[in-house]
């Protein structure tokens, strides 16, 4: 007797290994606007879990810019 199984896109193993670079174009949305405030970004930071053991995350911060305070 003989078994054949072939795995959906979905259930293929995770394969670990570099990924290929990927090239996304700026849409108008990556450009500036009146109506969203402004500032900058902190980071990357690292957070590493105390629970989940190997859990790493790296996350930015935004930093909106203050007004002048009269």
């Not at 293929?12 to 969203?36: C, F, I, K, N, Y």
């Not at 402004?38 to 790296?58: A, H, M, N, Q, Y």
Request: hydrophobic residues 35%; aromatic residues 8%; proline residues 13%.
């Amino acid at each position: 007797m003989l078994a054949t199984c072939s795995l959906s896109p979905a259930q293929e193993p995770h394969r670990h290994g570099p990924q290929p670079r990927v090239r996304h174009e700026l849409g108008p949305d990556s450009l500036p606007r009146q109506d969203v405030p402004s500032g900058r970004l902190e980071g990357p930071f690292l957070f590493r879990s105390e629970i989940i053991e190997d859990t790493v995350r790296k996350y930015w911060i935004f930093v909106p810019v203050r007004g002048v305070v009269a």
